[in-house]
């Protein structure tokens, strides 16, 4: 029995394939139309398809029982009044809150108003502030006053930097490193010790040399006394790294509280150092001697830099009383001798440049050993 081979799938008889392009063209339109028909076909079964699942689900929430409906009812009076009572306590108790806060920056602000107004001076730049601007100042307990005490009082010894240094009558150039004498009030007379060095180097170099010197100073390393650091998160937050405030003891009846302060700007640094004769934290002192101190480094040109120091030492206040030159000598135990009161207070202010002239020179030592 002969079987036919089979033809090949998807392959036309050769007698029926379309031989001309009229015949092609009809072939894909006929392909063409027969698709078109098959997607409309699979839409229409796909929407009926989801409109079903959506009649059934509109269905099942027609099933789902209904809420309950909310029925408000009034507050009763009692409960509002307990409500507007309470508001009204809490209004209150924030309003006496305020008025404390009220009070108490009232009392700050007298105090520091009466505070800065003690340091205030009208004199000519040219003498010595009078009073207690350089005097007796205290420094408050209230830690709020406190801090603004240290702050104020830095600045204003810098805000004073060229009053003293015209005070103690630096030359216009030079090197020098002495002590003068001046007249003061009370019958007294201050010390001043200068120290000025010009440096042939730009102001950058020299501060680097110097900054550690300067704070030795002013930490009081080079001197024999103890020291105490005080108050040192509330000066760090003044002004950290270049700030400090410390108690120097010299003696039973003596005590220093140095409040120490950097300054800079581009052509200008100032260190400055200012004694508070009171702290109301602290023991109040029998004898007590203002001592302040000012180092300026200045960009004299670009490849020069001035160095000016100045210790300023003013007369002892003894049991809160300003002692005379003749006082100051017999507790410093400087013999006068005999002669005319002219030529007293010139020995008294030989014996104090005598006294005071170690000191300088061990300072300018410690200034300047970086440059030897």
Request: charged share 25%; glycine share 4%; net charge neutral.
């Amino acid at each position: 029995m002969n079987v036919a081979t089979p033809k090949p799938r998807g392959r036309p008889p050769k007698s029926k394939r379309p031989q001309s392009a009229a015949e092609l063209k009809e072939h894909q339109r006929l392909q063409n139309r027969l698709k078109q028909q098959r997607f409309r076909e699979r839409f229409f079964i796909e929407r009926d398809a989801l409109q079903d699942q959506l009649h059934a689900l509109q269905a099942e929430v027609a099933a789902l029982p209904k809420p309950a409906t909310k029925i408000t009812k009034a507050l009763p009076w009692s409960e509002i009044a307990s409500i507007f009572a309470e508001a009204s306590n809490e209004a209150l108790e924030e309003h006496r809150g305020l008025k404390a806060k009220q009070r108490k920056l009232l009392q700050l602000s007298e105090r520091m108003a009466a505070w800065v107004a003690s340091m205030s001076s009208t004199v000519a730049p040219k003498t010595l502030p009078k009073g207690t601007v350089w005097g007796q100042t205290t420094l408050l307990a209230e830690p709020t006053s406190r801090r603004l005490g240290l702050d104020w009082y830095s600045q204003h010894l810098l805000h004073n930097t060229d009053r003293m240094l015209q005070y103690s009558e630096f030359p216009a150039n030079g090197n020098l490193a002495d002590t003068v004498i001046l007249d003061g009030q009370h019958d007294s007379v201050n010390v001043v010790m200068r120290i000025q060095h010009e440096f042939d180097l730009p102001l950058d170099a020299v501060m680097t040399g110097m900054r550690d010197p300067i704070w030795s100073l002013l930490r009081g390393d080079t001197r024999p006394y103890m020291v105490e650091f005080m108050n040192e998160e509330m000066v760090k937050s003044i002004d950290a790294n270049i700030m400090i405030y410390r108690r120097t003891v010299f003696n039973p009846e003596e005590s220093s509280y140095y409040v120490c302060r950097e300054f800079s700007t581009p052509d200008r640094i100032v260190f400055v150092t200012g004694n508070f004769y009171h702290d109301e934290l602290l023991p109040s002192n029998t004898q007590w001697c203002n001592r302040m101190c000012w180092f300026v480094l200045e960009r004299v040109s670009p490849t020069k830099t001035r160095l000016r120091a100045v210790f300023f030492n003013a007369s002892y206040i003894v049991n809160g009383r300003h002692i005379s030159w003749r006082e100051d000598a017999a507790m410093s135990e400087f013999d006068l001798g005999d002669g005319s009161e002219e030529a007293q207070v010139l020995r008294f202010k030989q014996a104090l440049e005598e006294a005071y002239y170690p000191m300088v020179h061990a300072d300018h030592h410690t200034l300047l050993e970086w440059a030897l």
